[in-house]
């Protein structure tokens, strides 16, 4: 119908290797149920060496350019915060190795984990504006703290693809948004560290806060209510963190925090995200696409999405999802990516953690690792080079 907008497709990639939390565990002698249950994260995706944001999000949107053409892609976001360059947009390269017409406007979003929905909320401006345009938001990262440090076990690496347009397939973006804005500093990456720096317990504390300040907005903007919702979509550094984040919301609406209610809500939103480890900004559409790639159907029911991104900034807003969605699905891709990774060892890992660029200006090709479609080949002369296989 008029003037309805959304997700109209969704599909994710992630990286060639993969490491088990055993093999980190053993490592640094932490007891297992930490990872398993305490943060609730089995593995993590880990780059090759020439995989990078901008063939993750290849990988991604590809799908959605073969299955709906690109005649009416005229805008490309591409949100993140692992970013390659300083002034060039991630997705000027993607959209090259896509493909794309000449005819459409590429830029780069940043707000630490919460870019990628901006460029939702941007993305349903412009369809509002021009009804005939789809336009293709990609979250892209990879997550990176400091070797033998607890952010360590929390890494990892994907990219989600969304195409947003009118009469969306899969999800309808409905009613108001719930805002917070807060000047914080639990976790940043200054422009010459590699590694995120993060302050874990401030980190926890902050994103509460913004949990209960979009609540709390919502609710003065004239959203749904609390049992409206059939499952909450958060942001997840770390499985257990959605747990925290809904158990929370519960408090602060007077309402009953029983682990069985809790894991109702969210339980299903989880499973990616525990086996994928951070992907930052795609880490809250990871959580909707194992939500809508899970067995019940949702058809018609409403969906809470709680967008957070540290320093902070973060939304809550409501997806309905379309009777037929299920149709439209990419389970058995996603679930492919996800199974298509080559472990690691512990050291094998190590050495692609430390793995850096000389930054002479010389040329400096990347070793071969990965077997997906685009390989990010090396520099020459500082310039980055990519090709599809
Ligand atoms: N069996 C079961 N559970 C165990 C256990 C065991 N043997 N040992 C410990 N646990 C539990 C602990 O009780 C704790 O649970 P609760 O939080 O429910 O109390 C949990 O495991 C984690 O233990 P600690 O808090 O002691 O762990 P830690 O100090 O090593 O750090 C962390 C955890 C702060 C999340 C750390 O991994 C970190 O700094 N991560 C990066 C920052 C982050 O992800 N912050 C999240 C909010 S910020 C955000 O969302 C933006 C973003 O993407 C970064």
């Given at each position: 119908g008029d003037g309805v907008i959304g997700i109209h497709d969704l599909s994710f990639a992630t990286t060639e290797f993969v490491l088990p939390h055993t093999a980190l565990a053993a490592h640094n002698?932490?007891?297992?149920g930490k990872y398993h249950h305490g943060i609730g994260q089995r593995s993590m995706s880990v780059a090759a060496a020439d995989e990078d944001i901008v063939t993750l999000g290849a990988a991604a949107a590809e799908p959605l350019t073969v299955r709906h053409g690109t005649d009416r892609i005229r805008t490309v976001v591409l949100a993140t915060e692992s970013s390659i360059d300083q002034a060039k947009s991630a997705g000027v390269y993607v959209h090259s190795l896509l493909g794309l017409p000449s005819a459409t406007r590429v830029v780069e979003l940043k707000q630490a984990c919460y870019g990628a929905t901006a460029a939702v909320q941007f993305a349903i401006g412009l369809v509002h504006r021009d009804p005939a345009q789809q336009v293709l938001v990609i979250a892209s990262d990879v997550s990176k703290y400091e070797l033998d440090s607890p952010g360590e076990a929390t890494q990892g690496a994907a990219a989600v693809a969304l195409l947003v347009g009118?009469?969306?397939?899969?999800v309808r973006i409905d009613g108001p948004s719930g805002l917070f804005t807060a000047d914080v500093m639990d976790f940043w990456r200054p422009n010459y560290r590699d590694a995120a720096l993060v302050d874990g317990q401030e980190s926890i504390a902050a994103y509460l806060q913004a949990v209960e300040g979009t609540w709390k907005d919502y609710t003065e903007q004239g959203?749904?209510?609390?049992?409206?919702?059939s499952a909450f979509c958060y942001h997840q550094p770390f499985t257990r963190m959605a747990h925290k984040a809904h158990r929370h919301l519960l408090n602060t609406c007077g309402q009953d925090t029983d682990e069985a209610g809790i894991n109702r809500a969210v339980g299903r939103t989880t499973a990616y995200n525990a086996v994928i480890g951070n992907s930052y900004t795609a880490s809250v559409y990871l959580g909707l696409a194992a939500l809508l790639d899970q067995a019940d159907d949702l058809s018609g029911r409403s969906v809470g999405l709680l967008s957070y991104g540290s320093g902070s900034v973060a939304e809550f807003f409501a997806g309905r999802v379309v009777p037929g969605y299920r149709e439209h699905l990419r389970t058995e891709a996603h679930r492919a990516a996800v199974d298509r990774r080559r472990t690691l060892d512990y050291a094998a890992y190590r050495e692609l953690h430390e793995w850096s660029f000389p930054t002479d200006g010389s040329n400096h090709p990347t070793p071969a690792q990965s077997t997906g479609s685009f390989r990010f080949a090396g520099l020459r002369g500082h310039k980055r080079v990519y090709e599809r296989r």
């Open positions: 002698g932490t007891e297992i009118t009469d969306p397939a899969l959203g749904h209510p609390l049992d409206e919702f």
